[in-house]
């Protein structure tokens, strides 16, 4: 993230953009569900979490903050730190619940902002013991720490976020939607008190691809295992996710959706037949030659 900058958008990590952030209302955690006469399941320990971190980085220049459902921890200043909570966390936990979210995870997740590339890849193999796959940022194997480089900016950690929230709450979601909401949310902004997505790098390489004929029909895409989303023409499968996505928010669609989607997953299992109901095509061979349209029509930057 940028720093001085005030512009409200966030910067796609793979940019290496910096961007300023939001500053969004706190967020208290949710109450579980209970049962009349007895008492509320506990929720996280975040006092006793956050120490045990403390415990474990002492003396190593690091903060760390609780933002509820997570645990922020840093070796930028302090104030870089807590200003990243509030302004990077709090905001994107905040709009990600308002629109799609409606419970936390179960169990804390640590956020870690590593200040630069050295960092990174020095504290990822000390405190993890793996050898980052990307420059970037990614999730741990586990889902409980989301692990970044913060100086390439925070496109990425947003991103992950999305993960985070996905998995409580929609934990069958295929690899398609749950990547192509997160990506959708690597360049952001708010825009009438909603987070909403912006085109990024991704679009470049998604219309050549449609220039070229090489973007597979919208059945095709959703249809994809986790595996062959991931292993075979990742970048195309990315970008195509990621600007439906953004072409059912253009539309107003986005939301409900997810919500469609999330709550038939058992009759539809891809996604494919919320999603014509949703844009109301009977032809999806038709509504491809719209989509594309619509996307050799964009910009970015």
């Not at 953009?17 to 109450?31: D, E, N, R, T, W």
């Amino acid at each position: 993230m940028g720093r001085g900058r005030r512009e409200k958008t966030f910067a796609c990590a793979c940019t290496v953009l910096a961007c300023a952030l939001l500053v969004g209302a706190h967020l208290a955690a949710a109450p579980g569900p209970s049962v009349e006469g007895s008492a509320p399941e506990p929720g996280p320990d975040y006092p006793g979490h956050a120490a045990g971190i403390r415990e474990r980085v002492k003396g190593q220049g690091f903060t760390v903050v609780i933002e509820p459902p997570f645990v922020v921890v840093g070796d930028e200043p302090a104030h870089l730190v807590k200003r990243r909570s509030v302004k990077t966390v709090r905001w994107a936990a905040n709009m990600l619940k308002k629109d799609f979210f409606r419970r936390d995870p179960e169990k804390v997740v640590d956020i870690w902002l590593f200040k630069d590339k050295a960092s990174y890849e020095k504290n990822t193999r000390a405190f993890f013991g793996i050898d980052p796959h990307t420059p970037f940022g990614f999730c741990s194997s586990d889902g409980r720490s989301l692990i970044m480089n913060i100086g390439t900016g925070g496109g990425t950690l947003v991103h992950e976020m999305v993960h985070a929230f996905m998995k409580p709450n929609f934990p069958q979601c295929p690899a398609w939607f749950n990547e192509g909401l997160g990506s959708l949310y690597e360049q952001c902004r708010e825009k009438e008190g909603r987070i909403y997505g912006m085109t990024n790098w991704r679009l470049r390489g998604l219309q050549e691809a449609i220039r070229a004929g090489k973007v597979p029909l919208f059945e095709k895409l959703l249809s994809t295992t986790d595996h062959e989303f991931y292993k075979k023409d990742r970048g195309t499968n990315y970008a195509q996710a990621r600007y439906l996505c953004y072409y059912l928010q253009e539309q107003g669609l986005l939301a409900g959706y997810y919500r469609g989607f999330r709550d038939n997953r058992e009759d539809d299992p891809t996604g494919y037949k919320t999603l014509k109901k949703a844009l109301g095509e009977e032809d999806m061979r038709v509504f491809q030659k719209k989509w594309e349209s619509f996307v050799l029509k964009l910009t970015f930057p």
